[in-house]
């Protein structure tokens, strides 16, 4: 086979991949004052890489809108997706997913998309930064490995302006006790709350200098609003990782 011929197949297999799914919202989960987890039970078997997201296309006041939401549970939980949404931007479809729509309601749902997305045999170590709503694909591609046992060093530095927008912030906590492979390092920007476990202020230099240690050959992940994914990629950079063990999402 030609490569160009191969080439065309492949993009048909993933175009192939790609399919439309009724979601039927079985259980809603409140994370923050401002997040909600939803899990959708599809009506056909849905693989996807953990890291990806979906299209979900809710009917609003007679309009049916698109939006892009990466699937927060692992590929390795069947039963549903689950979709951890935070109210944003002019409050239209996120404001539907966390304060509208109830247990039992359908949804269209498209997908699985994207590039942002680790699987095994990638690399030995993830590096994830997140910022706010960012840290939902890290939730997957951590709970991944988690439930597969494998054998890869991971490290999430995730960024919140107040304790209270910490997403999962139990869970994490109690990951970071109970997994020798997983490190998580929680900070917050505009507070100091007392009795603090994690780190205060922006991750900076000195901070990333420091915790890179022992990942560098590895891949480095960003995920979060678009300048703080540009400064984070800056700063990656000027420690010394390389462009091509970078990548990144943002909204
Ligand atoms: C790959 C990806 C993954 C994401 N994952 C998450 C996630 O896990 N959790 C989360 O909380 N958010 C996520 N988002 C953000 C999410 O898609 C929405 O932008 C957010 O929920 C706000 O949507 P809204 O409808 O409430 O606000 P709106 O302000 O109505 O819309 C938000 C954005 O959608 C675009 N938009 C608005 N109107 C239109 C239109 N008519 N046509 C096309 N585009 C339009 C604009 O870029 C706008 O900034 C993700 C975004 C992307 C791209």
Redesign the pocket.
């Known amino acids: 086979m030609s490569s160009s011929s191969r080439d065309a197949s492949s993009t048909l297999r993933r175009r192939r991949a790609i399919s439309q799914y009724t979601g039927t919202l079985i259980e809603k989960i409140r994370e923050t004052w401002d ?1 909600h987890t939803l899990h959708f039970k599809l009506d056909g078997p849905f693989d996807f890489k953990p890291g990806q ?1 979906v299209m979900v296309k809710p009917t609003i006041n007679g309009r049916t ?8 549970s692992p590929p390795t939980i069947k039963d549903y997706i689950a ?15 966390n304060e509208v729509i109830q247990v039992g309601d359908q949804l269209p749902i498209r997908g699985p ?2 590039k ?1 997305y680790w699987e095994e045999g990638m690399s030995d170590t993830i590096f994830m930064i997140a910022a706010g ?2 840290i ?2 890290f939730r997957s591609m951590v709970q991944y490995v988690l439930h597969k046992n494998i054998d890869v060093q991971m490290k999430v530095m995730y960024t919140c302006r107040y304790v209270k927008e910490i997403i999962c912030r139990k869970m994490w906590k109690g990951y970071n006790k109970k997994y020798p492979n997983l490190d998580v390092i929680l900070t917050v920007t505009r507070e100091k709350p007392e009795n603090w476990e994690g780190h205060l202020g922006r991750i900076d230099h000195n901070l990333l200098q420091k915790e890179v240690k022992g990942f560098e050959d590895g891949l480095f992940y960003i995920c979060g609003a678009p300048p703080f994914v540009e400064s984070m990629i800056t700063l990656l950079k000027e420690v010394g990782i390389a462009e091509d063990r970078i990548k990144h ?3």
Do not use: M
């Not at 809108?65 to 927060?72: D, E, F, K």
């Not at 979709?83 to 997913?97: A, F, I, N, P």
């Open positions: 997040t997201f809108i698109n939006r892009a939401y990466s699937i927060s979709l951890t949404v935070r109210l944003g931007g002019t409050y239209t479809v996120s404001k539907y997913l998309y994207g942002f709503s960012g939902t694909p999402e943002d909204w």
